[in-house]
């Protein structure tokens, strides 16, 4: 779904700063129990999980967020030009999720429950009741917001890359900057995202006669398939989550002395440090076994900067297969590979980060964190490597949520706060459009 939006040519207004926004934020505190009821009433209940096949919910879910966007803009259409004055900003969120196998609730202990609460409809819902606090205050976006929701994230984003080459002399021409809310702080205090890791998925499967060798009868005169899916897997990992496949982290870029300060800013007790291993691992590579179907299995890779997908498909693929001609096996194994997306790191430099810590230091009151995630997002690289512009993540969720487990949530505060922060962003990113058009060597 693409979608754009300009704002109205109405010369009352003025660039937004402190306390310019008071009214809107008035706003969004005198409607949050709307808001909350809206993301109850009309959100959870459509929202499909990887793997259901059921394309008419996704399909009704992106509906709503029409008509949401439709409701609470002033101008929007299907690539519209808007005005050629103002900055173009692509708004990047999904609407798919992880698969849910129960029924989840809400509104327990100052947190909205669900499937989907942080990852990622909360912030998608965020996002409409900024735009609507703009138009009920009338209070004018000076930016042209270009509205990309996508409803195959979680299984790799197929068509998205395509989708952005063919449109890139269209919906994506001229664009200046793209911010992507798509991922969760380090830990319980505001942050900025300038990156994350990248995948590589693989299905490894020993294939033996389709029969059932009852161990009654066969018990121990056969060498199980099994057992040599198991130790083909054991020899990915130690206990400890070691990657033992040759040569895999022998490319990772090592941590800058930059970097390194930026850690240091980060604030966490021990107890916290003790549930919050994102903030060990986030620029490590990572190998998760992901479960057992018979004798197949699902492990994965994450990978940091200087490590190349391909590459590291190879080196797995090659490991695996020395490992299977040392254990004499009368089967045959089988590795495939689906997602491999690459890692993606930004400048801190960017006027986006200059504009997204004067939003949250606004909002806030608090410098906010620079962190790298631990997650993939594809679609990061790819738009950068496409367009070239300033990309920036603008998390809203916390650490805690869950996302993917089965009680994530996000808390109402991050919800109504995280509006107030993306409804002030839009005013940041204007004025930071004019001190380029002016100053360009301030930035």
Known sequence: LLLHTSASSSSSSSPGAAGMLEPLFQYIDDHQNQFVQVRNEHYYDILPGVGTHTYTLLLNCIIIQIYMFLCCSEVACLLSIGQLQQANVPWYYKCDNMRMKVAHGFGSLGNLYGRGATDNKGPVLAWLHAVESYQATEKEILVNI???????????????????????DSFFADVDFIVISDNVCATRTPALTYGTRGSSYFFVEVDCPKLDFHPRVYGGSIQEPMSDLIALLGSLLDHTGKILVPGVTDDVAPLT??????????????????????LVINCNPSLSIHGIQGAFSEPSTKTVPNMDPPDVERKVKEHLQQVFSTLKSPYRLRVTTTVGAKQWVANLKDPLYVAGQRAVREVFGVEPELIREGSTIPIAQNFQEEMEPDVMMMPIGGHDDGEHSQNEKISRYNYIEGTKLLADYFDEISLLQKVQDIFPSKL
């Open 146 to 168: 270009k509205l990309i929701i996508e409803g195959l994230e979680e299984v790799g984003s197929y068509g998205l890359l395509e989708l952005t080459r063919k449109r890139n």
């Open 257 to 278: 002395e930059d970097e390194r300060k930026l850690y240091d800013n980060i604030s966490f007790d021990l107890e916290e440090m003790k549930n919050n291993s994102r």
